[in-house]
């Protein structure tokens, strides 16, 4: 089979990915080891307790549309997942007009409680047979079904057991095959585990939690009456907007030493309890939220970025549901930036936070057809074009007569980062 590694991973809800252009780099797939080995690079991360399928184009096998869910818990979901995986893939491309010659199926689950591979293998055979039951009833058959489990893969499609042992095939360590190499020549990249990018964007614990309720909890008695009050809605408005570029400009001073997690506790060192209540409870406004969105591209990205994250895991406890807000503008600056899995990730942490968040909902949609966030960034900067010159005037109006107005100074960087 050949991919063109168009690397288009969806996160959280079903979610399709189009088939790339023919005119992108091709990678030749020839065996079970091979397509194993290629999952994590065609989705950009690994998954975790996942179900991903991946349709098949033309007499070439060329890859197409990719979808992942997490494989339900009770086996009694099992044959409604089935068939609803199957008719989101197959009918969406359908409706797209590039209906799938073919399914290539993984089931990602690695053993916990003592239970090897082989037993979980076993245990999602089941699931594996709704799945093929579920395409071929739409006319669409599964090539090939791989359990992916304890650093080892089996294939439910091929009965000869000297290709198949029962015991499994080891996988290759990360980053030592044929399709690493290529997919590092292709610019394409892991970027850890599912778990691992979702629990940068957790709530936090112990006593971080209860002391961020709290302040949760006082902010929203100060600002959820104001920001009900037209009178002073857009004064709640400035002021949450304004504590969010000086939190932005006071990560950009104080970065991180290192990636990952670390880096994620560093910013969260930096930001006071009140502080992200104030914003996490301000940006609860659309018109507040859309006006952040805009700082999805340049210097603004980064930080923007960084502070979503760390807001997301500030909204604990009562507050969960709250983290849609900054959640879904860290799928939109990641999904701006390029980080396609990143962003199908966060958006789908949105909407598992709350299903019925439109803005959530319309970039996950969008992402996952593909479309170019370029239109959407066009319309961000035209909004912001508008605005200066009425920010300037109202300036202008409020500013005393025959008074220049002094430069502000530039706060310090350790008065930036003391988190008051």
């Known amino acids: 089979m050949t991919t063109n590694h168009e690397s288009r991973s969806p996160s959280g809800r079903p979610s399709i990915s189009p088939a790339g252009a023919p005119t992108e780099p091709q990678i030749t797939l020839r065996s079970p080891a091979e397509l194993a080995d290629a999952l994590p690079y065609m989705l950009g991360f690994h998954p ?18 990719r979808l992942r869910v997490g494989i339900p818990t009770a086996p009694a979901e099992w044959e409604d997942t089935a068939r609803q995986v199957a008719e989101c893939l197959i009918k ?50 599964v090539l090939e ?21 029962a015991e499994g095939t080891p996988l290759a360590p990360a980053g030592t095959s044929v399709m690493a190499a290529a997919a590092t020549f292709a610019g394409l990249q892991v970027r850890g585990s599912l778990k691992e990018i979702e629990k940068r964007m957790a709530p936090l614990g112990g006593a971080w939690a ?39 400009r006071r990560l950009t001073l104080a970065p991180p030493a290192e990636g990952g997690p670390g880096a994620d506790d560093w910013d969260d060192a930096l930001l006071g309890h009140d502080e992200a209540a104030a914003v996490i409870l301000g940006l609860q406004d659309r018109a507040i939220r859309d006006i952040a969105a805009e700082w999805m591209e340049g210097d603004e990205a980064a930080p923007a970025l960084r ?54 909902q319309l ?42 107005t002094a430069p502000r100074r530039r706060p310090s960087r350790r008065a930036e980062g003391n988190g008051q």
């Not at 975790?48 to 549309?65: E, K, N, Q, W, Y």
């Not at 079904?145 to 000869?160: K, N, Q, T």
């Not at 909890?217 to 009456?225: D, F, K, Q």
């Not at 009900?228 to 002021?239: K, Y």
Request: hydrophobic fraction near 35%.
């Open 145 to 165: 079904a791989l359990c992916l489990s304890g650093g080892r893969y089996w294939s439910y499609v091929c009965p000869e057991a000297g290709c198949c042992p």
């Open 48 to 65: 975790t307790d996942s179900l991903v399928m991946v349709s098949v184009h033309g007499a070439c096998g060329r890859f197409g549309g």
């Open 363 to 404: 970039l996950h949609h969008a992402c996952n057809e593909g479309i170019d966030p370029e239109g959407l960034r066009q319309c961000l900067r035209e909004e912001r074009r508008r605005r200066e010159p009425r920010r300037k005037r109202e300036a202008a109006t409020t500013r005393p007569p025959g008074r220049r």
């Open 210 to 248: 209860t002391e961020q309720e709290e302040a949760l909890e006082r902010a929203a008695a100060s600002l959820v009456p104001r920001i009900l009050d037209g009178e002073t809605r857009e004064e709640v408005g400035a002021q949450t907007l304004g504590l969010a570029r000086t939190l932005m």
């Open 307 to 360: 502070l979503w994250r760390a807001l997301a895991r500030r909204c604990v406890g009562a507050y969960s549901e709250h983290a849609a807000a900054p959640l879904t503008l860290a799928g939109w600056v990641s999904w701006s930036s390029g980080d396609e899995p990143t962003a199908r990730i966060a958006l789908g942490l949105a909407l598992r936070a709350d299903a019925e968040y439109r803005f959530a």
């Open 92 to 141: 969406g491309g359908e409706r797209r007009g590039d209906k799938p010659d073919g399914i290539v199926v993984f089931l990602c689950q690695d053993p916990v409680g003592g239970e090897s591979g082989q037993r979980v293998m076993t245990r999602l055979r089941p699931l594996a047979q709704r799945l093929r039951t579920a395409c071929g009833a739409l006319d669409v058959p």
